[in-house]
């Protein structure tokens, strides 16, 4: 089993390549907004399959958070992330 990271042993480097991923997260968050908000607006009688925004959401928020604990680490014990659903097609038809 390898060593947990400790914010100390995280380099300048990696610690703003993954402060760019979390600042482009909140850019990606921003423009699910707006698919689900032009989703909502769609006709479900002839709109069968959407894009599942809520799932997205909720593995962006995963990422986020996965980040953070690397970043800044509550505890010594290495973790298991949880699995990324990945599923983003939701059939809304009859």
């Known amino acids: ?31 699910v907004d707006r698919i689900d908000a032009r989703q909502e607006k769609t006709n479900p009688e ?12 909720s593995d962006l928020t995963s990422i986020t958070s996965g980040i953070d604990a690397y970043l800044a680490p509550e505890r010594l014990l290495p973790r298991h992330p949880m699995p990324l659903d990945g599923d983003y097609l939701e059939d809304r038809g009859q």
């Open 46 to 57: 002839i709109t069968r399959i959407y894009f599942d925004t809520r799932m997205l959401r």
């Open 1 to 31: 089993m390898s060593a947990p990271a400790r914010a100390d042993d995280i380099d300048e480097i990696q610690r703003r390549d993954l402060a760019l991923i979390q600042t482009q997260i909140e850019q990606i968050k921003v423009v």
